[in-house]
């Protein structure tokens, strides 16, 4: 972004791929005290702009400034004193990004495309809390309201465009999606949960999300079982009542940490004349396994392992990668895009200032003009207002398209051309009376 910019995007900040947990966790500053974007108003005055995000996998800063060397080290000063760390424990951990590749970097972040799992949706969601708190707290301007909202629009499009977040990439949502494929919709299906796993409790969630109807909770600690049911708004039963359980449930994910077997084949098999031979679909995530194999060979009854699981999610991995390529693309284009509005901010100016010029120039005419001619109707008077109003939008068209175009090619050397042509900063009125004689000489003065 060369070409005389003045302001400048500085991002510096750590995550999960560039610094361990314990110095991730000593620049969680927003919970000590001061919010870390008032102390950068009080200390860092030449950021015109930030922005602050920080979550469990990163802490970044978002600044805008003229003065991007000084905004770094006072930056690193201050990051210092605050976390207690001397700069030589956390500089190695930093990345720093300057102008498009600060604007790629937060595409890319608030894509999912820089998240510990790939597309995960969250990541959004904590770019536009840390954007309200940021407006709140009026430390946000032009270039980073901009910003953002086209940070959020370019994350909408790369969901909409691309299929980076259509694949299972955790175990528990794998089984949630592994049942859709057998039951088609979950609205209306009974889940059982054996076992209280933290796996097992997530996957919970995910059917629920799902329209799973109900849930059951069955566990060797009943009151555990009681508490999960309380929690899945479900019904809570011991381990000895497995087999009436079994009788209503379309789903089972078990994760007890059994040494043996929990459900077998001889547990299984009675119960299916009962069930007419409904669908029954069992999620074993146990290690070692809770369901015996040979259940699988029962008819209508499916059962999945862990590993069938986790070769779902690395195929699915796999192809939120390929995604991931097309997100890239779609991301490029949109810098580009961004890059071009701040380009032309300082274009911005100098075309106020041509406008201004120009309306004055007509407006004093139309004063000196409408005097002289007698007799105009209001009609007629609003007539050679729209009239000359066209009159200098036609004639700045050029000029203007000059200035936009030009300005990506020759940097400040349209917008000096223009200034110059156009008289905007009063040099020619200031010339001396020989001067003036010389440069008009030929040209008519106005009456």
Request: charged share 30%; proline share 4%; glycine share 6%.
């Amino acid at each position: 972004m060369e070409g005389g910019l003045r302001e400048r995007l500085l991002l510096v900040g750590l995550n999960h791929r560039t610094a361990p947990v314990e110095v991730r966790e000593r620049f969680a500053l927003e919970k000590k005290g001061t919010h870390p974007l008032d102390i950068l108003r009080q200390e860092l005055p030449q950021a015109s702009e930030a922005y602050f995000l920080s979550t469990c996998n990163r802490v970044e800063f978002l600044l805008v400034t003229e003065e991007v060397e000084e905004t770094l080290a006072g930056l690193k000063d201050l990051l210092a004193r605050e976390t207690g760390l001397p700069r030589s424990q956390f500089e190695p951990h930093l990345y720093v990004l300057r102008d498009r590749e600060a604007v790629r970097h937060l595409f890319r972040v608030a894509a999912g495309l820089d998240s510990m799992v790939l597309g995960e949706p969250q990541i959004l969601g904590q770019v536009k809390e840390a954007y309200r708190e940021a407006a709140r707290r009026r430390t946000t301007g032009p270039i980073l309201n901009r910003l953002l909202h086209r940070t959020f629009s370019v994350a909408k499009r790369v969901r909409t465009e691309t299929g980076i977040g259509s694949y299972a990439v955790s175990v528990s949502y794998a089984a949630v999606e592994l049942a859709k494929k057998i039951f088609g919709s979950l609205r209306g299906k009974k889940a059982l949960l054996v076992g209280a796993g933290e796996m097992a409790e997530l996957a919970a969630q995910h059917l629920l999300s799902a329209g799973v109807e109900k849930m059951l909770v069955a566990n060797r600690t009943f009151s555990r079982a009681v508490e999960l049911a309380e929690r899945f708004r479900g019904e809570a039963y011991s381990l000895e009542e497995l087999p009436e359980c079994l009788l209503e449930a379309d789903i089972v994910i078990s994760s007890t940490g059994a040494p043996g077997y929990v459900i077998t084949r001889e547990t299984v098999k009675p119960l299916l004349r009962k069930r007419r031979l409904r669908p029954l679909f069992f999620i074993d995530i146990a290690v070692p396994r809770d369901i015996e194999p040979a259940v699988n060979e029962l008819e209508n009854v499916y059962v999945f392992d862990i590993d069938d699981l986790k070769q779902v999610v690395e195929e699915n991995l796999g192809r939120r990668r390929k995604e991931a390529r097309r997100a890239d693309r779609i991301i490029e284009e949109e810098v580009l895009k961004f890059e071009r509005w701040l380009r032309e901010l300082e274009v911005y100016p100098t075309i106020k200032a041509l406008r201004e010029k120009a309306e004055e120039i007509r407006r004093r005419e139309l004063a000196r003009t409408l005097p002289r001619l007698r007799n105009l109707s209001p009609e007629d008077k609003e007539a050679l207002e729209v009239m000359t109003e066209a009159i200098v939008n036609k004639i700045l068209h050029a000029p203007i398209l000059y200035l936009k175009m030009g300005y990506h090619r020759m940097g400040r050397e349209a917008i000096t051309t223009v200034r110059r042509v156009f008289d905007l900063d009063g040099d020619l009125e200031n010339l001396s009376p020989e001067w003036r004689e010389i440069l008009s000489a030929g040209v008519p003065e106005k009456d």
